[in-house]
C-alpha cells in the first residue's frame, strides 16, 4: 500500500505519532530530512533515486505529491500529520502546492549520495524502460 494512516496517540494533552523504523516504514531508516519555507508556486523533488526508499509525512500544513512509475502519474495530497506516503526506489516524485506553513518530513533508507539520484526525467524513463 503506497499511502497509510498511523495511529493517532493522545489525551488532553495533546496528540502523538510515533514512527518505527521496518515496522511502521517498509525498511530501515538511515536519514532524516525536513522541507520547510516552501512557496506554493514552486514544485520540488522532481527526480527518482536508484536505491533510496522514501516515506513521506506531511507533519504540519499541507502538499500534493505525484508520483510516477513512469507508466502512471498518481498525486497524492498530504494534510494529515498522521498520513504517510512511501514512494518506492525507481519511482519519480514531485512535490507541489505547498501551504506556507508545510513542514514535510522525510525517512530516507539511505544515506545521502548525490550518485544516487537522477535528475532527468527522460533519463529516468530511459534507465528503467518503464
Ligand atoms: P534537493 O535534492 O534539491 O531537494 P528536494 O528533495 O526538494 O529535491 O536538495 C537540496 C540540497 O540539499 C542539495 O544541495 C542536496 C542537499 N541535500 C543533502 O545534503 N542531504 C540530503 O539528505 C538531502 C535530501 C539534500
Redesign the pocket.
Given at each position: 500500500m503506497t499511502t497509510k494512516y498511523h495511529q493517532i496517540l493522545g489525551d488532553h494533552r495533546g496528540k502523538l505519532i510515533a514512527i518505527e523504523s521496518g515496522i511502521d516504514v517498509p525498511f530501515e531508516v538511515k536519514?532524516v530530512?525536513y522541507?520547510y519555507g516552501t512557496q506554493s508556486g514552486i514544485p520540488?523533488?522532481?527526480?527518482s533515486h536508484h536505491e533510496t526508499k522514501q516515506y513521506l509525512i506531511v507533519v504540519s500544513g499541507s502538499c500534493k505529491v505525484t508520483l510516477d512509475n513512469g507508466n502512471e502519474k498518481t498525486t497524492y495530497k498530504l494534510n494529515q500529520p498522521n498520513l504517510g506516503l512511501f514512494q518506492d526506489r525507481m519511482v519519480w516524485g514531485e512535490?507541489h502546492d505547498f501551504s506556507e506553513d508545510c513542514v514535510l518530513l522525510?525517512l530516507?533508507s539511505e544515506h545521502?549520495d548525490?550518485e544516487d539520484?537522477i535528475r532527468n526525467y527522460d533519463e529516468f524513463l530511459e534507465m528503467y524502460n518503464v
Amino acid at each position: 500500500m503506497t499511502t497509510k494512516y498511523h495511529q493517532i496517540l493522545g489525551d488532553h494533552r495533546g496528540k502523538l505519532i510515533a514512527i518505527e523504523s521496518g515496522i511502521d516504514v517498509p525498511f530501515e531508516v538511515k536519514r532524516v530530512f525536513y522541507i520547510y519555507g516552501t512557496q506554493s508556486g514552486i514544485p520540488r523533488g522532481q527526480h527518482s533515486h536508484h536505491e533510496t526508499k522514501q516515506y513521506l509525512i506531511v507533519v504540519s500544513g499541507s502538499c500534493k505529491v505525484t508520483l510516477d512509475n513512469g507508466n502512471e502519474k498518481t498525486t497524492y495530497k498530504l494534510n494529515q500529520p498522521n498520513l504517510g506516503l512511501f514512494q518506492d526506489r525507481m519511482v519519480w516524485g514531485e512535490m507541489h502546492d505547498f501551504s506556507e506553513d508545510c513542514v514535510l518530513l522525510v525517512l530516507a533508507s539511505e544515506h545521502y549520495d548525490e550518485e544516487d539520484y537522477i535528475r532527468n526525467y527522460d533519463e529516468f524513463l530511459e534507465m528503467y524502460n518503464v
